[in-house]
């Protein structure tokens, strides 16, 4: 340290060091790039200060300032090294904080020019107000439209442009989406910037960029891989399982982009069926022998696993694109398939049945949720009056191993699972995300299934119950267009039953 604070002495007596203790100095922040540049910061108090700096001039470097409205056609495109410094700096960065630090810079420091949209807002209003002529007017809007874009928008497009940059630019909002997710990064700011660069990978990933590639037990080993780890909804256990998904009665498809060959984004698993499946175990579990396809057997295609690889692209619609494709795709192949269904999850559930019975008022000794005999029968098995042990009880999942109980649970579980998946909502729409996504792609809810997942998992997330999506495809526009328009639910007349039921033996 003496020596050290001799090398220091001599850039002049206006320096002043104040000690901290513990052998470290605080050095004035005007000085920081001088003593950075000389190797004189290493271990001073303080010398994250530095790396902010450092990462405020690269953060300067690298975004594009936005040109003036009259040179935006002819503003010269950044140096493509500056793209590439942005690109080395951040992977150089540890993830969480570090990283976290510069995408909040990036999107406080480099976002709107509030200023600029403020005085082009009064003259569109000025234009409007003054009835100028409608060239002036969408002139004017067209400023407006021009000075709402983002700075860091340049560097998003110049990005995209390098070889290798659309891969990095998913990696970039996949620690955003994570980020937001576990508050780690936070504010207006940062939520705009992840939602302008998903409308910008909507449009780099639609679908004319999209190649549909299928998966057989000969694809490459790496694929193969990245499939299996990949798989979120029923977890591949070994290379035997996996060989039988691609094999014989089954299908695998995914999409990946022009510019990024061979990488799977979006998977999506189909097993070929007599008949609409119930249960997910006669899918994934049950193994027969490996057999030649006899084409007669297949009149069903089965959808029951579609997963995204990359969680940057959350929010990019993808995987309606890919359902679409793989039928028209199913359809070339095997013409005498006539049903498409899916065999779905039903995630939240088991929380949302807990929910309602922490909620309920007890009365009498018995719950809202069930019928004076149901409550009975529960209470006598669990020997409990309240909720208590039956929220344990399916908390942990060890209601299953009672055959008397799943026999009793087994019609309030329907009709509140019908109620869930067709009365429950968010905005007007089905509250289930997986149930929202199939209804916007236009299918009806065909189908729910007791005991269809019996899998720890399926046990812990909807208590064992699977629905079927079926898609009638000279139905599906029309199915879509009234649900996002009147937010109807076409459904069939199992689920309708179901609901009535609901609606006559439950109080909510």
Not at 1 to 25: A, D, K, T, V
Not at 417 to 443: D, I, M, T
């Amino acid at each position: 340290h003496r020596g050290r604070r001799r090398e220091m002495s001599r850039l002049g007596p206006w320096l002043r060091l104040r000690p901290l203790g513990c052998g470290l100095w605080a050095v004035p922040r005007g000085l920081r790039r001088v003593l950075v540049a000389a190797g004189l910061c290493r271990g001073l108090a303080g010398s994250s200060t530095a790396s902010v700096a450092g990462m405020e001039e690269l953060l300067s470097r690298s975004v594009p300032p936005l040109p003036p409205y009259e040179t935006k056609e002819k503003a010269p495109p950044p140096a493509e090294l500056r793209s590439a410094e942005f690109v080395r700096y951040y992977r150089g960065l540890e993830a969480g904080p570090p990283r976290a630090e510069l995408l909040t810079r990036l999107a406080r420091d480099f976002g709107v020019d509030h200023g600029r949209v403020a005085e082009f807002s009064a003259k569109v209003l000025q234009a409007r107000e003054q009835q100028r002529e409608l060239g002036a007017l969408l002139q004017a809007e067209d400023r407006l439209r021009y000075y709402l874009n983002p700075q860091y928008r340049g560097l998003f497009q110049h990005l995209g442009r390098l070889e290798g940059g659309l891969r990095f630019l998913v990696e970039l909002r996949g620690d955003l989406v994570e980020g937001l997710a576990t508050k780690a990064v936070d504010g207006p700011h940062v939520k705009e910037m992840s939602g302008v660069l998903k409308s910008m990978l909507s449009e780099w990933f639609s679908t004319g960029f999209l190649n549909l590639e299928r998966v057989t037990w000969q694809s490459p080993c790496e694929v193969l891989q990245k499939i299996s780890d990949s798989e979120a909804v029923h977890p591949v256990r070994n290379w035997v399982d996996m060989k039988r998904r691609v094999g014989s009665y089954r299908r695998c498809y995914f999409f990946s982009h022009c510019a990024i060959p061979g990488e799977p984004l979006i998977v999506l698993h189909v097993a070929l069926t007599s008949d609409i499946s119930s249960s997910i175990q006669a899918i994934v579990k049950e193994v027969p022998p490996l057999e030649t396809e006899d084409t007669d057997k297949i009149t069903t295609a089965i959808f029951y696993s579609i997963s995204l690889t990359q969680q940057g692209l959350q929010g990019v619609e993808l995987g309606t694109y890919l359902i679409k494709r793989v039928v028209k795709e199913l359809q070339k192949e095997l013409p005498q398939i006539k049903a498409f269904s899916t065999l779905s999850p039903i995630p939240g559930f088991t929380k949302w049945v807990v929910g309602l019975l922490s909620s309920q008022t007890k009365e009498l000794e018995r719950n809202g949720l069930f019928t004076e005999s149901e409550w009975q029968e529960i209470s006598a098995i669990t020997g409990d009056s309240t909720t208590e042990t039956l929220k344990k009880l399916l908390n942990n999942n060890e209601w299953v191993r009672s055959e008397k109980l799943v026999k009793v649970l087994h019609s309030p579980f329907m009709r509140l699972c019908a109620w869930y998946l067709y009365g429950e909502k968010h905005r007007g729409y089905a509250l289930n995300p997986v149930a929202n996504f199939h209804l916007q792609n236009g299918s009806v809810m065909w189908r729910i299934n007791w005991m269809a997942d019996t899998s720890p998992r399926g046990i812990a997330a909807s208590c064992g119950m699977m629905v079927n999506y079926r898609y009638f495809l000279e139905d599906t526009a029309s199915n879509s267009a009234a649900y996002l328009g009147t937010k109807q639910i076409k459904a069939s007349e199992q689920v309708l039953s179901l609901v009535s039921q609901f609606q006559q033996n439950s109080k909510l």
